[in-house]
């Protein structure tokens, strides 16, 4: 019988600006993502790339907010590429589709 792929939800930030995320971004995940993100917004401007996330949920839109909020706070943009369609649709039920947008680079 085949066995459930584990994959560790990290962040990793690269010399090029983008903040590369990995596996599920859920309500259990979220705590330990906050702080490299917070940290590069805090840095410079960034790029969030989410290709390698698996399972989203709402937490996640929480998380790209924050940071947004803390890159605002410092003068520097934000985006992000590679939105899985499940966040889009969590983004459009909650009202906020066209934030989302906004930050897509």
């Known amino acids: 019988p085949g066995s459930a792929r584990q994959v ?13 995320v990995q596996g599920d971004v ?47 706070a410092q003068n520097h943009t934000m985006g992000v590429r590679n939105v899985p369609p499940q966040l889009h649709s969590l983004a459009a039920l909650y009202g906020v589709g066209e934030l989302l947008e906004e930050m897509a680079a």
């Open 26 to 72: 859920t309500l259990t995940s979220v705590a330990s993502l906050l702080p490299a993100g917070r940290q590069r917004a805090r840095e410079a401007a960034f790029i969030v790339d989410l290709a390698a996330v698996g399972t989203v949920d709402s937490a996640a839109l929480a998380l790209l907010f924050d940071w947004l909020r803390h890159a605002r």
């Open 8 to 20: 560790m939800t990290q962040v990793s930030p690269g010399a090029d600006g983008v903040l590369r």
